[in-house]
């Protein structure tokens, strides 16, 4: 799994003019899954996800977590952060899962989220989406489940 956390004051994703899902202060999480991942994958990140030490404290140095902050995510699947594009012009995105497989890794990662306590938005699996928000800082992140 791929995920590209970027730390928000606010986000919305919106399907056919219609908002599926918004937050307030937290993380936004472009979330790729690739044909090999495991529920294995989505418990890691999940718990690097709501433990990643990149909220400012009273000291103004990143050393609080989404946890710690009481934050929100908004959880975007997004399968093109698999796409290669070392050849050719046209990205291959033959790294990305197929939908039928990745959704259910993409569903488990959510719901490990819940499990945290966090209060997690998506937006709908597989569909075009315009996803709005206001990068924090801006903080950027992409982690990986495996090297």
């Known amino acids: 799994m791929r995920i590209v956390v970027q730390r928000s004051k606010q986000a919305s994703v919106t399907v056919a003019g219609e908002v599926k899902g918004q937050i307030k202060s937290g993380l936004v999480l472009l979330v790729g899954v690739t044909h090999d991942d495991k529920e294995e994958d989505a418990a890691y990140l999940a718990d690097k996800v ?5 909220f ?3 000291d103004e140095k990143m050393n609080l977590s989404l946890l710690d902050v009481g934050g929100e995510i908004l959880s975007v699947s997004q ?3 698999y796409g290669d594009t070392r050849k050719g012009r046209r990205p291959s995105f033959i790294d990305a899962a197929r ?3 990745a959704i259910g890794i993409y569903e488990t990662f959510n719901k490990l989220l819940r499990e945290k306590g966090i209060h997690v938005e998506t937006g709908v699996f597989g569909a075009m989406m315009d996803v709005q928000l206001i990068n924090d800082g801006p903080v950027t992140l992409i982690i990986e489940s495996k090297a």
């Open 79 to 81: 399968f093109t952060l």
């Open 50 to 54: 709501a433990n990643l030490r990149i």
């Open 99 to 101: 939908p039928e497989y």
């Open 56 to 58: 400012e404290d009273a």
